[in-house]
């Protein structure tokens, strides 16, 4: 009995717990769009260097698979030097993607931003510092 994982979940679950992956998974996600059913690992490499991706090199994408996010599609080839996946739900990957990528848009817009005006450095307060504490701390 399979098992199947909602794309959208295992790409949060992913951001959350790996998110140097996610780089692969827009990669496996493009190339899941023009290649059909059954896709190359290599042919993920390649999508990430096109894609001028900041890590373009994995050893294999067993990670992904562990997530459910792809699933290998029969045995490898090239005496085991080539292994063909599947996205089972590239629907649900590109939601998790774009939800991901809304969250960072917002927190970015949520950051808050500080311009100071004027003069600033210890000479402000160190000059008063001592009368500054005394009449907090009168035992000083």
Not at 2 to 27: C, F, K, M, S, Y
Not at 115 to 122: D, F, I, L, P
């Amino acid at each position: 009995m399979a098992v199947l994982i909602d794309g959208h979940d295992a790409v949060l679950r992913l951001a959350t717990e790996d998110p140097q992956w996610l780089p692969a998974v827009r990669a496996a996600l493009a190339v899941a769009g023009w290649s059909g059913d059954d896709f190359a690992g290599a042919w993920i490499l390649t999508e990430l260097q096109r894609m001028h991706a900041s890590r373009t090199w994995y050893p294999n994408f067993r990670r992904l698979v562990t997530f459910g996010i792809l699933e290998k599609a029969g045995d490898s080839t090239r005496g085991g030097q080539r292994a063909y996946y599947r996205m089972p739900d590239a629907a649900g990957v590109r939601r998790g993607l774009e939800e991901i990528e809304r969250r960072r848009a917002l927190a970015s817009k949520e950051r808050l931003s500080f311009t100071a005006v004027g003069r600033s450095g210890r000479s402000d307060l160190s000059a008063d510092a001592d009368r500054v504490l005394r009449s907090d701390f009168p035992d000083r």
